[in-house]
Each structure stands twice: as structure tokens, then as C-alpha cells.
């Protein structure tokens, strides 16, 4: 089953999400700030990351430019899961690299239709 690498700083949603993820056999590996992140999704070789925007260390979009403008991970889709909704936002995350953009509070049935939608392409 796919790999995900899911990089949020709230313990509550991350744990939650995680669990729900690994119920469906998804292999889930998660980080709790940018930096972490970061080496994570470079070492791990994730097949999708889920990605929050405001974050310790590193914040979201940095972490999504960096990986998308890298010919070796530009092609690892991105779900951008966030609380800013302002739809400048939205905006600047598809510019900085995101697939889908989905913002909090959300329903797990609809992050993960956005999931398999991602892995299929």
C-alpha cells in the first residue's frame, strides 16, 4: 500500500489522521515541524504528502517549493491541509507546489477521496 508522509505540528489531528489513514493500509509516516518534515519526505521517499502550512521550524509552502522545484521529488503529490482559507491562500499554494488544497475543520472521507485521486494519476 501507499506511503504517506503527513507533516502537522497538531498532535490531536495528526494522531487522529494517522490512525485513520493506517485503517485503510495506508503505510503512514508523520513529522512535527518543517525541518523534520523536510528530511523526511527527502529520506522516505513518500508516495503523497499531506502537508499543514503553519509550522514550526520550516513553514508549508517553503517546504513545498523546495520539494517541487527538486527534479528528483517534483512528482510527489501534495495535499495542502490547512487552517487559512483566505482564498490568497489557496493561491499561493498552488504556486508554491500544491496538488489539492483542503482546508480544517475537514472530513476524512473527503481528504481521503482526495488521496486516492492523487495516487491514481
Known amino acids: 500500500m501507499a506511503k504517506i508522509l503527513m507533516i502537522e505540528?497538531?498532535?490531536?489531528?495528526?494522531?487522529?489522521?494517522?490512525?485513520?489513514?493506517?485503517?485503510?493500509?495506508?503505510?503512514?509516516?508523520?513529522?512535527f515541524d518543517g525541518i523534520e518534515g523536510l528530511h523526511k519526505a527527502k529520506n522516505e521517499n513518500p508516495d503523497l504528502i499531506i502537508l499543514d502550512l503553519m509550522l514550526p521550524k520550516m513553514n508549508g509552502y517553503k517546504i513545498a517549493r523546495l520539494l517541487k522545484f527538486d527534479q528528483k521529488y517534483k512528482k510527489i503529490p501534495i495535499i495542502m491541509l490547512t487552517a487559512k482559507a483566505q482564498e490568497s491562500d489557496k493561491k499561493l499554494g498552488f504556486q508554491t507546489g500544491a496538488d489539492e488544497y483542503m482546508t480544517k475543520p475537514f472530513e476524512f472521507e473527503n481528504l481521503l477521496s482526495l488521496i486516492e485521486k492523487q495516487l491514481k494519476k
Open 9 to 31: 505540528d497538531d498532535k490531536d489531528i495528526l494522531k487522529t489522521t494517522q490512525y485513520v489513514l493506517e485503517k485503510k493500509g495506508y503505510n503512514c509516516i508523520t513529522a
